[in-house]
């Protein structure tokens, strides 16, 4: 009750708050003063890096390289939470940004703002447990999901990934992974640690589930596990350009019936060049992924043949810990290459229009005609919803059009360099295919994990007004100078 009054009490007087300072313009100090000053408050499992050596090279190798540079004085390798208080204590004292980093995989520009910081390495931080009763797992702040994947499978369990949301292979049945998160131990601006729940801190626990990255470093997490007994079955099927439309169109036709909100089937779309099965025109490749015997997979599968497709394979008989690799986004994939630019430009939609798409598919068949960009990809998702709109829209701080909209698009640039020319192609096809096939009359959301940079707080966090009123009174509560603003920025 009292959350909802102080809500009430903001949007009828109004807040006013001046973003503060994330950035420090003073002199940092070297990392000689860093390692003598700090390395003392370490455990003896912790270390400090210099950038510029090998190893620290090795460790800001990102996915998103040279376009997302973050600048460190420093990087620490946290052993314990007690070492992510302390570093963020000493950060404060010395007037120093700081960086939480696990995979190294986001590419907001926003990320840039980090100058002269320290890097806190999250890595050894990796570890999952699941608990003797088998329906949750605590997780460490530095595990990746690969790691956790594999640890619960190892089990019969599984889960997935969480801060930003969380779209998942399960959110179909199980709701988006923040959804299923129990608790965390966030270490917060200040060095202080908070456990948060449902129970403890119920506000800051609403804002982690969506927007966490603004609030503090995860040291640890609880999170709901599901039995994975069942094998997998994929269907990848290749159109050719000239059966577009009624691609598209079957495809919506399918979501009307409501097949696609029983929570059973995902498809995942990637338009890229192939020059094997058409040389002068980008491919059109569908893959349906489902879980069991499912009559409603079938009839989507059913659905899409009678489209003719230039290839047709099934792969059946899939665990759980092998579908990554097997839908091609394992950790060797194309879509996990590092020191590669990668430029998002997404979209978040109710349906598809043909015509549109029509557009959209020239924007990227243009783009990718320059060997540049020619290994970019147009991705189309759609993950199941029956779990996701299960859940109340104001019980998060996921944004609501992230559960009412069931389409996910997004045309994915890579390319490698610094070129001024490069980086202004990109950012003039992204655009474009964002204005093409982003509907007419409808407020913009992004994903917030798939976001570039410079959206809008509405566009990212919803376009609610209470809900933006909300983020902002919480994080002048919960970080009033803005020391976690270098991602995806409430302020």
């Not at 003392?40 to 390289?65: C, F, H, M, W």
Request: aromatic share 8%.
């Amino acid at each position: 009750m009292l959350f909802a009054r102080t809500l009430q009490a903001l949007l009828y007087h109004g807040m006013a708050w001046s973003q503060a300072n994330v950035q420090s313009h003073h002199t940092p100090p070297s990392y000689t003063t860093v390692a003598e000053e700090l390395g003392p408050y370490l455990s003896s499992k912790a270390n400090i890096v210099l950038p510029s050596s090998k190893q620290g090279q090795e460790l800001q190798v990102r996915a998103s390289t040279p376009r997302v540079q973050p600048g460190y004085v420093a990087i620490v390798q946290v052993a314990s939470e007690k070492d992510v208080q302390e570093t963020i204590k000493y950060a404060n004292r010395r007037s120093m940004p700081f960086l939480a980093v696990s995979g190294g995989h986001g590419w907001s520009s926003s990320l840039n703002n980090v100058r002269n910081g320290i890097q806190i390495n999250m890595r050894k931080l990796n570890t999952t447990r699941l608990r003797d009763e088998g329906n949750s797992a605590i997780v460490g702040g530095g595990t990746m999901q690969y790691e956790i994947t594999a640890a619960l499978f190892n089990s019969g369990k599984r889960a997935g990934p969480l801060l930003g949301g969380g779209h998942s292979l399960l959110q179909g049945r199980h709701g988006f992974a923040s959804d299923n998160l129990i608790s965390a131990r966030v270490v917060l601006a200040d060095g202080s640690i908070k456990t948060v729940s449902n129970e403890q801190h119920p506000d800051l626990f609403w804002a982690m589930r969506g927007a966490g990255h603004n609030f503090g470093v995860v040291t640890s997490l609880e999170v709901k596990v599901y039995d994975a007994s069942e094998k997998w079955t994929l269907v990848a099927l290749s159109f050719t350009q000239d059966r577009l439309e009624a691609f598209f169109d079957t495809w919506n036709r399918l979501g009307e019936s409501g097949r696609d909100d029983t929570g059973i089937v995902a498809l995942v779309c990637v338009v890229a060049r192939n020059e094997e099965l058409d040389e002068h025109h980008p491919l059109i490749n569908l893959q349906l992924i489902y879980e069991g015997e499912q009559a409603d997979a079938a009839a989507y599968a059913a659905a899409f043949r009678r489209l003719s497709p230039v290839s047709d394979s099934t792969t059946t008989d899939i665990p759980w810990g092998n579908v990554f690799v097997a839908s091609g986004v394992g950790r060797s994939s194309p879509v996990c290459r590092k020191d590669h630019n990668i430029q998002g430009h997404p979209s978040s939609l109710d349906a598809w229009d043909p015509t549109a798409m029509r557009r959209g598919y020239e924007v990227y068949a243009n783009v990718t005609a320059d060997k540049t960009f020619a290994s970019s990809i147009w991705i189309l998702e759609s993950y199941g919803w029956k779990g996701v709109r299960a859940i109340a829209p104001g019980g998060s701080a996921v944004a609501p059009e992230e559960r009412d909209r069931r389409l996910l698009t997004s045309l994915m640039l890579w390319w490698k360099g610094d070129r001024a020319r490069d980086r202004d192609a990109a950012v003039l096809a992204g655009r474009t295919m964002q204005e093409v096939v982003g509907g007419k009359g409808v407020l913009k959301h992004t994903y917030v994990n798939y976001a570039k940079g410079g959206e809008e707080l509405g566009e990212l966090y919803g376009h609610d007004v209470w809900r933006r009123v909300m983020l902002r009174f919480l994080k002048r509560r919960w970080d009033r100078e803005n020391r976690f603003g270098f991602y995806n920025p409430i302020v």
